[in-house]
């Protein structure tokens, strides 16, 4: 049974940083794609980062280029986002998620959330001002 479990949330100012990290347990797909996603209180769900566990290119939203990175220890099945410069409008649930290699284009991972079979509970992400 695959399990995605995300941990590393928390409570920050603005400024700040976070490394969230997601754990995968199970037979995961071979050459998966590894996405994370957040949603706010009353927004839609939305795509932060993806990356494919065999290279290619990762994918960042705009409202976090430049801050958060997606990097993966392929030996220890842990997918980690490092956010840094954080700022309020970063307050979200942040989920890991993970789809199969149909969901990689050759260079990077698509972020239509349909195409992610596998999902982590979720950590929250305050941030203050």
């Known amino acids: 049974q695959v399990q995605l479990v995300e941990s590393g949330g928390g409570s920050v100012q603005a400024g700040g940083s976070l490394r969230l990290s997601c754990t995968t347990s199970g037979n995961i797909y071979t050459g998966a794609c590894m996405a994370w996603f957040r949603q706010a209180p009353g927004k839609e769900r939305e795509a932060v980062a993806t990356a494919y566990t065999h290279g290619g290119m990762p994918y960042y939203a705009d409202s976090v280029m430049g801050r958060f990175t997606i990097s993966q220890d392929n030996a220890k099945n842990t997918v980690y986002l490092q956010m840094n410069s954080l700022k309020p409008e970063d307050t979200s649930m942040y989920f890991c998620?993970?789809?199969?290699?149909?969901?990689?284009?050759?260079?990077?991972?698509?972020?239509?959330?349909?195409?992610?079979?596998?999902w982590g509970h979720g950590t929250q992400v305050t941030v203050s001002s």
């Open positions: 998620a993970a789809a199969p290699p149909t969901a990689y284009s050759g260079s990077f991972c698509y972020t239509a959330q349909p195409l992610y079979n596998y």
